[in-house]
Nanobody
Framework: QVQLVESGGDSVQTGGSLRLSCKAS????????MGWFRQAPGKEREPVAF???????TYADSVKERFTISKDPAKMLLYLQMNNLEPEDTARYYC????????????????????WGQGTQVTVSS
């Protein structure tokens, strides 16, 4: 059983930056699909950024060039660096992990991830 705990959410103004962290309770093998979702009130959960088992990354079009996913396997940490934040980025951000290759981006939202964190809130004001 893997437990995931997110941190780093905060309230910032437009153009600001935040770095989210996801701490795993145990080592997560490189073959896992692992990354970040977000969900805003009244909206569907949206895949944001993911590492696939081959090390490749996938980003939502809305965050490309602004967000960067990274990881430190030795410390069992996954990060999401978010720059140039916009009000549309306001959401609760969740870390998720699942053994195996990530599906294509269009299928991530329907993929049954085994492990989820409780989320961390990001609020961006104009």
């Amino acid at each position: 059983q893997v437990q995931l705990v997110e941190s780093g959410g905060d309230s910032v103004q437009t153009g600001g930056s935040l770095r989210l962290s996801c701490k795993a309770s145990t080592y997560i093998a490189s073959y896992y699909c692992m990354g970040w979702f977000r969900q805003a009130p009244g909206k569907e959960r949206e895949p944001v950024a993911f590492f696939s088992s081959d090390g490749t990354t996938t980003y939502a079009d809305s965050v490309k060039e602004r967000f960067t996913i990274s990881k430190d396997p030795a410390k069992m940490l996954l990060y999401l660096q978010m720059n140039n934040l916009e009000p549309e980025d306001t959401a609760r951000y969740y870390c998720a992990a699942d053994p195996g290759t990530c599906p294509p981006y269009r299928l991530l939202g329907h993929h049954p991830f085994d492990y989820w964190g409780q989320g961390t809130q990001v609020t961006v004001s104009s």
